[in-house]
């Protein structure tokens, strides 16, 4: 994997309750944050839950920000 990209796995849980979230629905959220360039999100077989969304990213040039950066930034939202 190159040094601008993260990989994550974004489970939006809630005292044990679980809601869909649309892969697209998470990219665009993924996608308005000002460092990434670039993301893609697929949905990955969960036990529990049947499926979860992983999410990939591209950081923009000379960006620093975290995967527990971009989980904040997506739970704002």
Same mark, same amino acid.
């Given at each position: 994997? !190159?040094?601008? !990209?993260?990989?994550?796995?974004?489970?939006?849980? $809630?005292? !044990?309750?679980?809601?869909? @979230?649309?892969?697209?629905?998470?990219?665009?959220?993924?996608?308005?944050?000002?460092? @990434?360039?670039?993301?893609?999100?697929?949905?990955?077989?969960?036990?529990?839950?049947?499926?979860?969304?992983?999410?990939? @990213?591209?950081?923009?040039? $000379?960006?620093?920000?975290?995967?527990?950066?971009?989980?904040?930034?997506?739970?704002?939202?």
């Amino acid at each position: 994997m !190159c040094m601008a !990209c993260i990989s994550l796995q974004y489970y939006m849980r $809630s005292d !044990c309750l679980m809601w869909q @979230v649309p892969p697209a629905e998470l990219e665009a959220v993924l996608l308005s944050h000002p460092d @990434v360039a670039d993301a893609g999100v697929v949905g990955i077989p969960d036990p529990s839950a049947g499926e979860m969304p992983a999410a990939w @990213v591209v950081r923009r040039p $000379s960006a620093t920000v975290t995967e527990h950066q971009l989980r904040q930034f997506v739970d704002g939202q």
